[in-house]
């Protein structure tokens, strides 16, 4: 069955420090992986994706995610956090075998402190 | 270009009683989808519209449709709706509906609210 781990319900960090959150899949084909980001209320902005290619992908708001097939496992960093990027974070996978269809993980709230 | 609008943004609606949400995808784009945010289940998909036609489900039990308008427009329906209907219905669209998932976009969502 196809699943995706997040396993940091909650993330805290000071601002100006560094960010990683985890993402770990399970999937049956070959994975497209997507970042997105949720404020109260809204939908989903797409923050990067990767389809393939270069293993290390470059999204907007300075964030980056890697790629690391041998770990399933598609982490998103950010160098310097600002106070505007506390919202909630959603690592999805989708494959073209499975139409256009989105399995997500269960998000990471991310909270900064100044 | 406009993104991905559903209307309306909020609902209050009776335990029981039928609900229709709208999305209107991406000018050129021809698959919606949608998807049911909870906090209890998270984001969950429901289905996916392509040419009028359904071309994917997920689990969810048959009182929830829809259906893709000729110009790709989609409708949701719940009826019956049940207190645990209350969430963030959100549609994504997408221009070639072949798998591809390049250029899939969310609209903001619908908030359903069942008293």
Partial sequence: AQSVTQPDIHITVSEGASLELRCNYSYGATPYLFWYVQSPGQGLQLLLKYFSGDTLVQGIKGFEAEFKRSQSSFNLRKPSVHWSDAAEYFCAVGAKEYGNKLVFGAGTILRVKS | ?115
């Fill in chain 2, 1 to 115: 270009k406009a993104g991905v609008t559903q209307t309306p943004r909020y609902l209050i609606k009776t335990r029981g009683q039928q609900v229709t949400l709208s999305c209107s995808p991406i000018s050129g784009h021809r698959s919606v989808s949608w998807y049911q945010q909870t906090p209890g289940q998270g984001l969950q998909f429901l289905f996916e519209y392509f040419s009028e036609t359904q071309r994917n489900k997920g689990n969810f039990p048959g009182r929830f449709s829809g259906r893709q308008f000729s110009n790709s427009r989609s409708e949701m329906n719940v009826s019956t709706l049940e207190l645990g209907d209350s969430a963030l219905y959100l549609c994504a669209s997408s221009p070639y509906g072949t798998g591809d998932l390049n250029g899939y976009t969310f609209g903001s969502g619908t908030r359903l609210t069942v008293v």
